[in-house]
């Protein structure tokens, strides 16, 4: 019997209609949680539109919080000296790293939470109830507009509608790709204060760091029941690589990698780019096909039978 793989990415929300994108996390946060967008502003990458979020969290602005807030570390000699001064400058660092981290994670799960998926109409007629389905967001649009089966569906980086479930939001960069700030061998003759931000600032990075492999051996159950599959389609996945682990690791798998490969597209631009960067993964050329999103609608329904 043929078993299809999904792989679920936001694109394939933002054709249903749901408002998605990072820029309408921006939005969100911009009225809802205005000290999170400041920081944000102020000490990440984030571009524009806040397109590639999850990335900017590496790009945080070390340097720029302690300019900021060095002034809450006055001088022990100080004529106004209180015994706040012992803690003022790392408490002001913490709630900055507070707003970048957690309270951005908070954030985006009350975003993703107040989308309307109930109104969602299934654009794609249907999509089989007995498919595996990997998907990369935190919404229900699957279980909700097309009736996917809960336990056909595993949310790999968390599902917002689920109570207490903790979402995945972060860049890949590991620690051993940086130069932790509380490794400097001088630190014993530094301010105290100053070794104790380097501290807080060192473990928000592994904070904000997305523990792919970490969830990947959580996930070796899940890969296990995918020996079967014939095909594999992708819907909405931007194959960006904060998420290439998971797919290095399908594709460790025999039947995967030889598995037909269909990929959705919205042009042709963005057609060879995602073909070029599974060939790059390691799917063989004859393997990949894509396809305009407008055809799978007119064929009401996605089985992989897209043509090259």
Same mark, same amino acid.
């Given at each position: 019997?043929?078993?299809?793989?999904?792989? =679920?990415?936001?694109?394939?929300?933002?054709?249903?209609?749901?408002?998605?994108?990072?820029?309408?996390?921006?939005?969100?946060?911009?009225?809802?949680?205005?000290?999170?967008?400041?920081?944000?502003?102020?000490?990440?990458?984030?571009?524009? #539109?806040?397109?590639?979020?999850?990335?900017?969290?590496?790009?945080?602005?070390?340097?720029?919080?302690?300019?900021?807030?060095?002034?809450?570390?006055?001088?022990?000699?100080?004529?106004?000296?209180?015994?706040?001064?012992?803690?003022?400058?790392?408490?002001?660092?913490?709630?900055?790293?507070? *707003?970048?981290?957690?309270?951005?994670?908070?954030?985006?799960?009350?975003?993703?939470?107040?989308?309307?998926?109930?109104?969602?109409?299934?654009?794609?007629?249907?999509?089989?109830?007995?498919?595996?389905?990997? &998907?990369?967001?935190?919404?229900?649009?699957?279980?909700? *507009?097309?009736?996917?089966?809960?336990?056909?569906? %595993?949310?790999?980086?968390?599902?917002?509608?689920?109570?207490?479930?903790?979402?995945?939001?972060?860049?890949?960069? *590991?620690?051993?790709?940086?130069?932790?700030?509380?490794?400097? @061998?001088?630190?014993?003759?530094?301010?105290?204060?100053?070794?104790? @931000? #380097?501290?807080?600032?060192?473990?928000?990075?592994?904070?904000?760091?997305?523990?792919?492999?970490?969830?990947?051996?959580?996930?070796?159950?899940?890969?296990?029941?995918?020996?079967?599959?014939?095909? %594999?389609?992708?819907?909405?996945?931007?194959? *960006?690589?904060?998420?290439?682990?998971?797919?290095?690791?399908?594709?460790?798998?025999?039947?995967?990698?030889?598995?037909?490969?269909?990929?959705?597209?919205?042009?042709?631009?963005?057609?060879?780019?995602?073909?070029?960067?599974? =060939?790059?993964?390691?799917?063989?050329?004859?393997? @990949? &096909?894509?396809?305009?999103?407008?055809?799978?609608?007119?064929?009401?329904?996605?089985?992989?039978?897209?043509?090259?």
């Amino acid at each position: 019997m043929r078993q299809t793989l999904y792989l =679920i990415g936001n694109g394939f929300d933002l054709f249903h209609g749901l408002p998605t994108s990072y820029a309408d996390f921006k939005e969100f946060v911009f009225d809802r949680a205005p000290h999170i967008y400041r920081a944000a502003e102020r000490y990440l990458d984030v571009r524009e #539109n806040w397109s590639d979020l999850e990335a900017s969290l590496a790009t945080f602005d070390t340097d720029g919080v302690i300019q900021d807030l060095e002034h809450f570390a006055p001088s022990y000699g100080a004529d106004d000296w209180s015994d706040s001064g012992h803690h003022d400058f790392q408490y002001e660092v913490d709630k900055v790293i507070a *707003a970048l981290s957690e309270q951005m994670r908070d954030a985006l799960a009350a975003w993703i939470r107040a989308l309307p998926t109930d109104t969602v109409q299934p654009r794609l007629g249907s999509l089989p109830k007995e498919a595996h389905y990997l &998907s990369f967001n935190y919404t229900d649009t699957l279980e909700r *507009a097309y009736g996917i089966p809960a336990a056909r569906v %595993v949310h790999i980086h968390g599902q917002a509608s689920v109570e207490g479930a903790e979402l995945v939001l972060g860049h890949a960069w *590991a620690e051993e790709q940086r130069t932790l700030l509380s490794s400097d @061998v001088h630190s014993q003759d530094q301010d105290p204060r100053q070794v104790e @931000v #380097n501290q807080l600032l060192d473990e928000y990075f592994n904070d904000t760091f997305k523990p792919s492999q970490q969830i990947i051996q959580q996930l070796q159950p899940v890969f296990m029941q995918l020996t079967g599959v014939t095909e %594999v389609v992708i819907l909405g996945h931007s194959l *960006a690589e904060v998420d290439r682990p998971y797919l290095r690791e399908l594709l460790l798998l025999d039947t995967i990698r030889a598995a037909r490969w269909t990929v959705a597209c919205r042009d042709r631009q963005e057609a060879t780019e995602k073909f070029k960067t599974l =060939i790059y993964l390691g799917v063989p050329v004859e393997g @990949v &096909s894509v396809v305009h999103w407008d055809e799978l609608v007119l064929a009401g329904s996605v089985t992989g039978t897209s043509q090259r």
